[in-house]
């Protein structure tokens, strides 16, 4: 599809020239009904349902949001963990041409409003026990109807569920009473696979979120790749996928569901995702691949459960999200073989503006510190921050990534589109990710910061990853983030949290030795002037270390001691 790239000689026959069907996600997965209809799509609660039943449901709740009014065009806003009736419905949306806006189940009223607002969603489906926050925000936004469930209600037998009594202007519905009809059959919509399928948000660090417009061929062509970005030798059919992790979020969705639904695989859906539960799964369920983020990873060896199962079954573990530190890698793979296993765990690296991972190191080809090499028919380059000039081998800049799974763009924020997606002078167009990362001869990629993290202290550029790298390094940290403060002679400060192995140890002679381990490692800037303990480090909902809480505390604390009067 591209020209030459140094990266492609790590790719197996497989692997190029692959095929995209111009199809929905909708009927990608009856696809896989009709080739493997015995197979199961999905367990969820020790109940295994086939892909055969799979297409049932999702007919019958296609079925029953026609009967609410819902047509192509329509918006319906599911706040849900990862649950059979979210992806149920999910589909059932793209049967219709409705688009599906993905939110955190646990958002507040505040942010509901603002989610149901800018998709303009008229239908919602949540977990009964939320429903005070929609009902709060109903006569301020365009939400007409209700549909509420309980997480026992997928399972046979599950009790019949209580709603609440009537509310004026607002429709309640019952999944379970949608689910069992009858209504009237729904045609499938005229929906092209180019045309917005899912909007997804930015993590909002700075501002609002930002919707993330994805259509159907961005999440076809994303999962096509990733799951075909294995090697050979080491695919397993059917991939028995842990599916944990948030389906707010695009590798929940995108890979953890749609990619193995069109693989013919099984999702195992974990709707409370904790490294015992986990454990459990890998363990009972013969599970062989799992994709988390590195903070997972680390508790999940950690975790008694998974030390002590059997963990031959495991083949594939895939981390993204946030930077992977060697020792995490180490410890977790050292669990995996000592238990009978053979992954590796494999650094990837992606975002949401493209669906998710676009990247990943090839499983006979590991390289240290990289996140590894583009999927098949992705371009990527590094080029001269605020340019479209392409920096050499070796250099940094900002990544740039090109491809079929790129995002159309920001829902009704036409300017930040503008400034994320730039037609280049080779006409193509780019997605611009705000992430400084190098790449090295072979086509390698390494990450290096988020561009906006990136701390100026006496002038010079510190990155607080490579920092945090050189902390996890100490044999007694467990976890460290670092970000900049502000100060008047420095502009900004270093300042490092840690959280040790052994909190006992916490104390002016740890952080001292803690700064030194930094000196002996790195250029005196780069090096943390405060080290500050903590028990635990604050997470995003999806399990990534939140700095910018931290960033937050800092600046509230300086403010509130008189030392800070700035705005950042």
Not at 163 to 189: D, H, Q, T, Y
Not at 217 to 229: D, E, K, L, S
Not at 479 to 490: H, L, N, R, T
């Amino acid at each position: 599809m591209f020209e030459k790239k140094p990266w492609q000689k790590f790719y197996h026959e497989t692997q190029k020239n692959l095929e995209y069907p111009r199809v929905t996600m909708y009927e990608a997965v009856m696809r896989t009904v009709e080739k493997l209809p015995d197979r199961t799509a999905y367990d969820y609660m020790d109940h295994e349902v086939t892909y055969k039943q799979f297409a049932a449901q999702i007919n019958s709740i296609a079925n029953a949001l026609a009967a609410l009014g819902m047509k192509k065009g329509d918006r319906i806003t599911i706040a849900m963990p990862t649950c059979p009736q979210a992806i149920i419905c999910f589909y059932a949306a793209n049967k219709l041409g409705v688009v599906a806006n993905m939110v955190h189940p646990l958002s507040t009223a505040k942010e509901i409003e603002f989610y149901v607002n800018i998709s303009k969603s008229t239908v919602a489906l949540c977990l009964t026990e939320h429903f005070d926050k929609f009902n709060a925000v109903k006569d301020s936004t365009p939400l007409k109807t209700i549909i509420l469930t309980g997480l026992n209600d997928p399972l046979p037998d599950s009790p019949k569920p209580e709603l609440p009594g009537p509310v004026e202007g607002l429709r309640i519905e019952s999944w379970k009473n949608l689910m069992n009809g009858p209504f009237p059959p729904a045609p499938k919509a005229e929906m092209g696979t180019d045309e917005m399928a899912a909007i997804l948000y930015s993590g909002g660090t700075t501002g609002q979120p930002k919707g993330i417009m994805l259509s159907n061929y961005n999440f076809i062509t994303q999962g096509t790749m990733a799951f075909t970005f294995r090697t050979p030798p080491l695919r397993v059919q059917p991939i028995i996928m842990v599916a944990g992790l948030p389906i707010f979020h695009g590798i929940g969705l995108g890979s953890c569901c749609n990619g193995v639904f069109m693989d013919g695989g099984t999702s195992v859906f974990i709707p409370v995702f904790t490294p015992d539960t986990v454990a459990d799964t890998v363990a009972r369920k013969r599970a062989n691949v799992i994709t988390a983020v590195p903070t997972f990873y680390d508790a999940l060896a950690r975790s008694p459960v998974f030390q002590n199962a059997d963990l031959s079954c495991l083949q594939i573990t895939t981390c993204g999200a946030d930077t992977l530190p060697r020792t995490v890698k180490q410890r977790f793979e050292e669990t995996v073989r000592r238990q009978g296993g053979t992954a590796q765990l494999l650094e990837g690296y992606g975002l949401t503006e493209a669906v998710t991972g676009m990247m990943v190191t090839p499983m006979d080809a590991y390289r240290e510190a990289s996140v590894g090499v583009p999927f098949p028919d992705t371009l990527c380059k590094v080029v001269r921050i605020g340019t479209h000039e392409e920096v050499p081998p070796g250099q940094e800049g900002e990544l740039c990534i090109h491809g079929p799974q790129v995002m159309m763009g920001y829902l009704d924020n036409p300017e930040e589109t503008a400034k994320t997606l730039q037609k280049h002078e080779d006409g193509r167009i780019w997605l611009h990710t705000g992430d400084i990362f190098t790449m090295d001869e072979d086509g390698y990629f390494f990450f290096r910061l988020r561009l906006k993290r990136m701390i100026k202290s006496s002038g010079m550029n510190v990155y607080p990853a490579q920092v945090e790298a050189v902390l996890y390094q100490h044999p007694d940290v467990r976890d460290a983030c670092v970000i900049g403060i502000p100060d008047e002679s420095q502009v900004e400060r270093v300042k490092a949290f840690v959280v040790l192995k052994d909190n006992t140890r916490e104390g002016p002679d740890m952080a001292n030795a803690l700064i030194d381990h930094c000196r002996e490692n790195l250029i005196k800037w780069s090096c943390p002037r405060d080290v500050e303990f903590r028990d635990s480090l604050p997470l995003t909902r999806v399990g990534k270390i939140a700095y910018v809480e931290l960033e937050k505390e800092e600046i509230e604390r300086l403010r509130s001691e008189g030392k800070f009067t700035g705005g950042k």
